[in-house]
């Protein structure tokens, strides 16, 4: 399975965008994760297969909105209300089978990873 995410760009502060995360491959639970400059990964957003689970860390609540479209074989993540301290690479990740993780921040438990899109936000 190869994960293609994409979206990413350049955008002022209050300014909104949508990742998107191409699967090759039908896949389990997925989450976005994102690594800032100097800084380690961290867990944003992460949604159970059926879609009706989603978690977010709490920077990113109610401000991103995570979803997902089996039929496709992506999931995406709606950024809105954008701060200079989302710049960061962000990168999809994919369970093989689990149609939910628990816990569902902790990246070991992610079979596949993106190669990640870079968010610049700027004041």
């Known amino acids: 399975v190869q994960l293609q995410a994409s979206g990413g760009g350049s955008v002022q502060a209050g300014g909104s965008l949508r990742l998107s995360c191409a699967s090759t491959a039908s896949s389990g639970a997925v989450a976005w994760f994102r690594q800032a400059p100097g800084k380690e990964r961290e867990f944003v957003a992460a949604?159970?297969?059926?879609?009706?689970?989603?978690n977010y860390v709490d920077s990113a609540k109610s401000r991103f909105t995570i979803s997902r479209d089996n039929a496709k074989k992506a999931a995406y993540l709606e950024m809105n209300s954008l701060k200079p301290e989302d710049t960061a690479v962000y990168y999809c990740?994919?369970?093989?089978?689990?149609?939910?993780?628990?816990?569902?921040?902790?990246?070991?438990?992610?079979?596949?990873w993106g190669q990640g899109t870079l968010v610049t936000v700027s004041s």
């Open positions: 949604i159970s297969w059926s879609g009706g689970s989603t």
């Open positions: 990740a994919a369970n093989a089978k689990k149609i939910y993780i628990t816990p569902y921040y902790r990246e070991s438990e992610y079979d596949y």
